[in-house]
């Protein structure tokens, strides 16, 4: 009741057209499948803005909102049990040797639906990327072809890029969670590529930050050929890219703070591309004691 009071007071300050704008997420899952696509924020030069505002493209459907609150419930009651078990539902002592997890691995659709795809068709590109079950359901298969042709919008210089990225973490009643995998320190992968190089994008939502969220990157550069290769690639080894700046010790993966993972292309060559990814998980390798991947340097060393 003190949350519901607080979010109201908190729209009243905000003024009566952005009351829409807090309400909006709490109602959410209560609401037909109208409001539950995605779509960019991009608008396209010379394009008219939208005059209607989002709340009044709701379509109430009060049958399935109850339906859908029983479900936001009974989430709701299985991450009370999972918070009183312990850190994911397992017991604290396991928790604590946990060595791998595997986060994602694809299987059937229903693994696929986790993950959303997308491309320069949203600047007015002409890439086109698709995102489907491998050879026997082993597999998610990634493949399109890159187009670097730019619109003729007279705005956009560059085009070119598909991506692959997770859908966020979503707790009971659209609550915003993160992932935490603070007991690890590599990223682990079973991928096969055809060559081109890809970027592993980790996106985190740090607590003090004036970005919305903190972009982490690294190339991973597949071999091609008919072979699997498996990929370890420590934490410390991603680059901050949303701030102009390399990963340095003030500006750390807040491995506690995960919002999503991702892959992109956007290696400039026309043609066309194909990934294919068995699971990415987590390991914990206590061999591997490297704290920072790039060169440092002793400010005023002592001859």
Known sequence: MALTVTLLNSAYLHGRGCRHKVLHPLLRPLLSDSVSKLYSSYRR???QPEKKTSWQNTDFNFKKGIDVLKTQLGILKKETNDYLVGPGGNPFSQYLLEQTRVLWEFRSQEDLNKW??????????????YLKLGRNNQAALLYGILNTEAPRDGETKYSGYCSMRAKPPVGSFARKKY?????????????????????????TD?????QKDDLYNYFMFTRGGPYWEEIKIPFSKFFLSSRGRVQDDQHPIWLDKISTLGFTIGDKVDGPFQLEIDFIGLINDRAHTEEFAYETYEKNPQV
């Open 116 to 129: 959303v795809i997308s491309s320069d068709v949203e600047i007015g590109g002409k890439s086109e990327v």
């Open 45 to 47: 030069p010379g394009s």
């Open 206 to 210: 740090p607590y003090f930050s004036h």
């Open 179 to 203: 992932y935490d995998w603070s007991n690890f320190n590599c990223l682990y992968l079973r991928v096969r590529g055809d060559g081109r190089p890809w970027m592993v994008n980790i996106y």
